[in-house]
């Protein structure tokens, strides 16, 4: 019987802490997620392809590059 009580107790009061945390972190009971999806456009396909070809870059010209 005492492991029951001892079990209910330590139940109860992990379930106080998550609810506080959840609580703290404005959990309102229900999860957002996106439900209209959006094109990405030609100025971002341009402006991803520009930043990988900047990175591609520096990765050409730093590839023989010696760090102490």
């Known amino acids: 019987m005492m492991l029951a ?3 209910f ?3 109860w009061l992990r ?3 998550i609810y506080i945390t959840m609580e703290s972190r404005c959990y309102g009971g229900s999860i957002k997620t996106f439900k209209s999806r959006e ?3 030609a100025k971002n ?3 991803l392809l520009s930043f990988e070809s900047f990175l ?4 050409y010209l730093t590839w023989g590059l010696k760090i102490i």
């Open 5 to 7: 009580i001892n079990l």
């Open 9 to 11: 107790i330590r139940t």
């Open 15 to 17: 379930g106080e802490q």
């Open 39 to 41: 094109d990405i456009g």
């Open 45 to 47: 396909i341009l402006l």
């Open 56 to 59: 591609l870059l520096g990765t």
